[in-house]
């Protein structure tokens, strides 16, 4: 999703130092993407990956703390060592795989969706939201239509609520409950488009190590089926399994 020009002495910061005696492995997350991850009313992170990343913690023999981090930032804060992982939604490419490493993926490749207040809106010629950094604005940037970037997902729904856009383009998970919320007032809109090859966890180009510990836990959790329970629960029973 991003596109990023990160410097050599940037790139030096990253540490392999995650698997050093007693060191807690800092987990980053945007906090404002449900059901992937969010806020809750206690003010802690919650959803599928905090669910999911405890549990591989566990399973690790990692002891793990959540971070949150704007989005915007996720990607240079990772590298300048603000925290040791990041898993926030983010799918793998092979731009990003560039400046980070990438386990395998623990929620399988996934479409995207358009989301408008009613039919028959331009998705060609018109002006489309989505979330700075992401594949998604940059899928709408090469489309045609008029792209406008905000910080958050939030902002992106908004923005065609209040008429600034004509149509948001954004994960389908993360549109679908805001659709089924709003009582007609958001519809799905176009032709459902698949991008990226899957999400998967962040981590520096230099922790080897323990990217191999998450993978193997990753593993472990797609051969009992304890994933998928996972997926079903926080996507609903149509979702995409392994």
Not at 25 to 40: C, H
Not at 59 to 64: K, Y
Not at 101 to 113: C, G, L, N, R, V
Request: a negative charge; one cysteine or more; aromatic letters at 8%.
């Amino acid at each position: 999703m991003k596109k990023l020009i990160l410097s050599a002495a940037a790139l030096a910061l990253a540490g392999g130092m995650a698997l050093a005696e007693g060191k807690t492995v800092r987990m980053g997350t945007e906090g404002a993407y449900p059901p992937y991850n969010f806020v809750n009313d206690k003010g802690e992170i919650d959803g599928f990956e905090r669910e999911m990343g405890d549990e591989l913690c566990k399973r690790a023999e990692l002891t793990c703390e959540w971070v949150k981090n704007d989005w915007d930032s996720i990607i240079p804060n990772l590298v300048s060592g603000n925290y040791d992982t990041i898993i926030a939604g983010m799918s793998i490419t092979d731009e990003r795989k560039q400046v980070i490493s990438f386990t395998q993926d623990y929620y399988p490749p996934t479409e995207s969706a358009y989301v408008a207040a009613s039919d028959g809106v331009d998705l060609k010629g018109g002006i489309v939201s989505a979330q700075t950094a992401t594949i998604q604005a940059g899928f709408i940037a090469e489309s045609g239509a008029t792209l406008v970037e905000f910080a958050t997902p939030e902002e992106t729904i908004a923005a065609v609520r209040n008429g600034e856009a004509d149509a948001v383009f954004a994960d389908y998970d993360y549109l679908l409950p805001i659709v089924e919320a709003s009582n007609g007032e958001l519809v799905f809109v176009g032709e459902r488009v698949p991008l990226g090859g899957g999400v998967g966890m962040g981590l520096r180009q230099s922790d080897g190590e323990l990217l191999g510990k998450f993978d193997a836990a990753i593993t472990s959790m797609k051969e009992d089926g304890s994933l998928n329970e996972l997926l079903k629960k926080w996507f609903g029973d149509g979702v995409a399994t392994y």
